[in-house]
Nanobody, 120 residues
Framework: QVHLVESGGALVQPGGSLRLSCAASGSIFSILVMGWYRQAPGKQRELVASIIAGGTTGYTDSVKGRFTISRDNSQNTVYLQMNSLRPEDTAVYFC??????????????WGQGTQVTVSS
């Protein structure tokens, strides 16, 4: 079993910055993809950013140039640096990981979510 624990969510003013962290623990064999989703009230969960094992990253258009995803493979941790935050970035942010076990089974895991609120 794999567990993901997020941290770093907070209340921040527009234009401010936050850094989210997500640490994976448990029976980790091979991490294929790590990423961040977010879900605002009344909206569907959307993919914000992702990073694959080779380091290639991807972002939804609304955060390009403002958010940066990175990972520390030695710590099985993924980060989301969020700059120039806007009120529309307000949401619960969820960490996710696609993992392949030693037997070859691929599974997706989710963290519990961390609240980001951008407001003056």
């Amino acid at each position: 079993q794999v567990h993901l624990v997020e941290s770093g969510g907070a209340l921040v003013q527009p234009g401010g910055s936050l850094r989210l962290s997500c640490a994976a623990s448990g029976s980790i064999f091979s991490i294929l993809v790590m990423g961040w989703y977010r879900q605002a009230p009344g909206k569907q969960r959307e993919l914000v950013a992702s990073i694959i094992a080779g380091g290639t990253t991807g972002y939804t258009d609304s955060v390009k140039g403002r958010f940066t995803i990175s990972r520390d493979n030695s710590q099985n941790t993924v980060y989301l640096q969020m700059n120039s935050l806007r009120p529309e970035d307000t949401a619960v942010y969820f960490c996710t990981m696609t993992h392949r076990s030693q037997s070859g089974m691929t599974s997706q895991y989710w963290g519990q979510g961390t609240q980001v609120t951008v407001s003056s």
